[in-house]
């Protein structure tokens, strides 16, 4: 399976502003401190071995949208915040190439950070596409209605031209979908969230963003460990410190990296991808959040195998 | 996890020893319940040692906060004092630190 990361912000899409773009440019010139490169290969090189992605690169702005490879073909996303619009285009080159025109959209919830890319997804303007949306909300389709309304939107959900289904999926009675046996859990998150289980040739995939965990059902986790249990990746609603999620930003409906790793240990999972950043975070913040959570990971291991902790950015690939 | 308290002029003090994790935060959450309702009936304050913690996962810290809530309610002062190096790490990284007062050795 590979999974490939289109949107990682949460809440609110972010764009870097010409101040930090020109902060990443003097760091890395001074780093480079009178050095001279024959080519870009010398000059990407020397990038990669400053180790700093939040100097070299940085995270990006667009709102949740997950793409998921490796089942019979069919385009698989899990939900539709800003990253989906460059999914759209993304696609729209490959089916081109000659891939199948259909799509099947599993949503986390309705919340706007998670479907206001539905609106600028090209494909839904193909009339030889086939877009499937798939949730545990039974208002789903209202949802997407409602946004595309004209007090919000110049152009009407009844003016796309692909054929548009909704499925209402529960938890407890997994679907095959697209060569994927998927199912989903209910979390703690305004108007509910679901986490999504992808399984594939002996292959298994968890997304869980928007999902509060929250100190009084602490008895009840292990049902997550269970939905997460020895999956090859878990991508996790990681957007706040432990502090947050207790004091003044507990009931917001997020979660923090200490506890998808601690979910992750105990569900035996191999990887966890730290997703929907902060949007007031700095690249620096994202990174030194990663590197805090690293740290956490192998302080609390014990004599337990380890959780390899990434940090989704928009444009990460990760095979599993 | 092992738990021992002691109670050290006007202070309460709790001793968890060991780690606190997934196995036996339930026990950690417990005894330090009961101990703010001892605290809040001697009229003492309450500090957790952390000097004998190896680590504390996250829903042992979940554990303290809710504690910490709980002695508030009560009207109990509580405190952490004399974590070493990891738990030290462990209350930054989970910013824990900003949320309890912590002292680096055990208050006399």
Known sequence: ????????????????????????????????????????????????????????GGYGGASSCVEIEGGDGDFTVCDMGSGLREFGLSALARVSAGHPRRFNIFLSHLHWDHIMGFPFFAPAFDPAATIVVHAGHADAEAALRRQQEEISFPVAFDWLRAKIEFVHMTPGAPREVG???????????????????????????????????KSEAMAAEDRFSDFFGRADLVVCDTMYSLRDTVSLKQDWGHSSSLVAIDLCRSAAARRLALFHHEPTYSDAQIQGMHRDAIAYEELTRGDGPAVEVLCAYDGLEVTV | MDWKTETRGERLVGRPHGRVDESNWLAFSQALVAAIATAQAEALSFVVDLSGVDYMSSRGLRALSTALAAAKEAGVEMALAAPGRAMQQILAISRYDKLFTVHDMLPD
């Open chain 1, 1 to 56: 399976m590979l999974v490939r990361f289109w949107g990682t912000r949460g809440s609110l899409p972010v764009a870097t502003r010409a101040e930090q773009v020109r902060a990443k440019l003097v760091g890395a010139l001074t780093a480079a401190s009178g050095r001279t490169f024959a080519d870009a290969g010398e000059a990407n090189a020397f990038l990669d071995g400053l180790d700093d992605f939040a100097l070299t």
């Open chain 1, 179 to 213: 060569g994927m046996t998927v199912s989903l859990i209910e979390q703690f998150h305004s108007h509910d969230s679901y986490g999504w289980r992808f399984e594939a040739g002996g292959k298994a995939v968890v997304y869980s963003t928007d999902s509060e965990h």
